[in-house]
């Protein structure tokens, strides 16, 4: 039986091969794949043209690029124009301070003149369900508790000792919400589950912290909302005007990858209409949960070392549920409306007004946002379910007004959209250093980049853009020769055998880091 299945095998193996072959003959060729055209390939993509190495070609799903950076319609003003809202990123986090070191997202932002308006994360006000109720101290409790553990996971993590979950650092430091005190719990969801999108128990007490340290002290504590109405995405539409021509062939939208084949000497990418490109070097972007969802086939089948840090670490959901109505019946003074629900955590816990100045004001839009179980429900619900459960918080919200219902109303269902699957990535407290380098480590000639492989930034907008980057830079030395001869610049470094830890000096030599190593931010 063995033999003959060996013989069989034999057989088969030329004839496969020819067939590899021809297909092969027919593929487009270029040097430099770029998979995906979202915030990560675009910046790689940027990187070569500024290395003056112009032969790659982009390949992205949508009919557009921007990936997650993306867009809609939504409601209608006053002479019957839509607004156009975000349902992806919708905040320039962190922008930096005159002298130090600048958010590339926020540089790009004033490159391209994009309309933001400052985010007060302290202009919230707090309800529960017998409405408007302050709360607001155990803000301040959280907030004292927060910076001694904060300083708590910077020793961990500079001593190379064992990271915790986000639940038990903060613990240990002073906040214990208790699970039937539900205004504790709403505030437990805003400090924490409003950025990460879960809970402190799924978080890494470590990598969550320094992630919020390198972001708001490393470039500054400044959030700026986007209410461009070219949307998020014309800085990523302006990086991509300054190399692709009009009607560039080496953009190809409406592509989807569903194969690819790579080897040491090169991949091979098959999309679903048939068409093949062949290119000496890829660099992969698609989202966590793409790889997570094996929607795209790999040749050989990624090593374990890869699948286990794919699975390891974790995509989250994180949902923005809009609402138009004919009239504005919430404060228009306040940015933020907290709700503790009485019974569940997470339960259409944070609305924002669009009503207001600065913002689009008289466009009587607010939204709501919920993340994980949430998030997940409201996608499984119809849309009449899950406006009907909102009307129910805002009337419990605001006892005293009558609260007409919504005249539009939309949300994304993420987690099935085939070209993300969720939202942004967050660091679980299972994956170490090493792990994380896994996900970012290249197989063959091809390279992995995106938001969900940055290890300092990991989750944002601008982290995909110094992956990209970072990805660019690296294949443009190997092409340019800089690297004939020195093998720790041929690949990434990868753990076959996982020691739950990385030594930080080993860390501080991947590139992508902006001068801002965890390292160099926690000797400062
Ligand atoms: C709801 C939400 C809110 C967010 N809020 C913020 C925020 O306020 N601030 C912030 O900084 N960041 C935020 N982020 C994160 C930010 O949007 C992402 O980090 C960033 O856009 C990711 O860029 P990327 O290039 O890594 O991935 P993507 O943008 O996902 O790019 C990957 C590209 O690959 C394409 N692709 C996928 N599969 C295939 C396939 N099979 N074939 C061909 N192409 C494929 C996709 O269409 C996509 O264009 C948010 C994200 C979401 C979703
Ligand atoms: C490419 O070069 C331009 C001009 O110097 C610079 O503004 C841009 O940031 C570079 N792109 C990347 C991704 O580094
Ligand atoms: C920048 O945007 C503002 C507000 O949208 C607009 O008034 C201004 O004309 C723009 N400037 C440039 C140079 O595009
Ligand atoms: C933010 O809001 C708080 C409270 O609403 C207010 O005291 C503070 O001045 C605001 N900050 C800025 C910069 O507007
Ligand atoms: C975070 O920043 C604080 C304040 O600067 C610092 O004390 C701490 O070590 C940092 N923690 C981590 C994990 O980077
Ligand atoms: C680009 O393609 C569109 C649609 O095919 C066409 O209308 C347009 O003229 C082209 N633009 C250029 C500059 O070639
Ligand atoms: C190509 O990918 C599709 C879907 O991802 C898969 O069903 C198919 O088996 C793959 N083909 C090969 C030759 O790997
Ligand atoms: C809160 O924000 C709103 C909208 O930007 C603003 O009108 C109001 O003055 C702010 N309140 C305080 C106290 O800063
Ligand atoms: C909004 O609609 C409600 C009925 O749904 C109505 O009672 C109310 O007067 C309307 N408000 C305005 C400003 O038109
Ligand atoms: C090769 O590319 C790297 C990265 O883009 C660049 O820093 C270096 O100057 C280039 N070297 C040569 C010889 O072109
Ligand atoms: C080898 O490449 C690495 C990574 O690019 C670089 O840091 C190092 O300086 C290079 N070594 C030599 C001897 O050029």
Not at 200 to 212: D, H, I, K
Request: charge should be negative; hydrophobic fraction near 35%.
């Amino acid at each position: 039986m063995q033999l003959r299945l060996a013989l069989l095998g034999a057989l088969a193996l030329p004839c496969a091969a020819h067939v590899v072959h021809r297909d092969e003959g027919q593929c487009k060729q270029t040097t430099v794949a770029i998979l995906g055209g979202g915030m990560a390939g675009i910046a790689a993509a940027q990187t070569l043209h500024n290395a003056s190495m112009d032969d790659f070609m982009i390949l992205e799903y949508r009919d557009t690029i921007g990936g997650r950076a993306w867009h809609v319609p939504f409601g209608q003003n006053e002479e019957g124009k839509p607004y156009i809202i975000e349902m992806g990123c919708n905040w320039v986090q962190g922008l930096g301070v005159p002298g130090g070191p600048q958010n590339p997202v926020w540089t790009l932002a004033q490159v391209y003149n994009l309309s933001t308006v400052y985010s007060n994360y302290s202009n919230v006000s707090t309800y529960n369900e017998n409405g408007y109720k302050d709360y607001s101290y155990l803000m301040d409790l959280y907030d004292d508790a927060y910076d001694t553990a904060a300083a708590h996971a910077g020793m961990i993590l500079l001593d190379n000792l064992q990271d915790q979950t986000a639940k038990t650092g903060l613990a240990m430091a002073g906040w214990r919400p208790k699970e039937h005190d539900m205004e504790a719990q709403a505030v437990d969801w805003w400090e924490w589950d409003f950025e990460d999108a879960y809970t402190p128990l799924e978080s890494s007490f470590v990598f969550g912290v320094a992630g919020t340290n390198l972001t708001s002290n490393g470039f500054s504590d400044q959030d700026n909302f986007v209410i461009d109405q070219r949307g998020f995405s014309t800085i990523i539409h302006g990086m991509a005007s300054t190399f692709l021509r009009p009607n560039d062939t080496r953009l190809s939208l409406n592509t989807q990858i569903t194969n690819i084949s790579y080897s040491d000497s090169g991949v091979t990418i098959h999309n679903a209409d048939g068409s093949c490109v062949r290119a000496a070097y890829a660099i992969c972007t698609f989202s966590l949960g793409v790889l997570q969802n094996d929607a795209v086939t790999f040749t050989p089948s990624l090593p374990q070392w890869k699948q286990e840090s794919i699975q390891g670490f974790t995509m989250a959901t994180y949902t923005k549920i809009f609402l138009q109505f004919n009239e504005t019946f919430w404060p228009t003074d306040t940015q933020y409306f907290l709700y503790a629900d009485p019974y569940a955590r997470g339960y259409y816990p944070l609305f924002q007004s669009l009503s207001t100045e600065g913002f689009f004001p008289g466009s009587n839009i607010i939204f709501v946002t919920v993340t994980e179980q949430y998030a997940w429900r409201a996608e499984r619900q119809s849309d009449d379910q899950t406006k009907s459960e909102i009307m129910a918080v805002l009337r419990k919200m605001f006892p005293d007004k009558t609260v007409p219902d919504p005249i539009d109303f939309l949300y994304p269902r993420w987690t099935s959209e085939p070209w993300a699957y969720g939202t942004y990535s967050n660091w679980p407290p299972s994956v170490t250093l090493e792990m994380h380098e896994n996900l970012r480590a290249n197989t063959g000639r091809l390279w992995f980049a995106g938001e969900a492989t940055s290890p300092t930034y990991f989750g944002f907008l601008h982290g995909a853009w110094f992956e990209g980057q970072a990805a660019g830079k690296e294949i443009s030395r190997i092409l340019n020769g800089t690297c004939a001869g020195n093998s720790t610049c041929a690949g990434r470094k990868h753990y076959a055998t996982l020691h739950g830890t990385t030594p930080l000096a080993d860390y501080s030599l991947v590139d992508g880091w902006n001068g801002n190593s965890f390292y160099d931010f926690n000797t400062d």
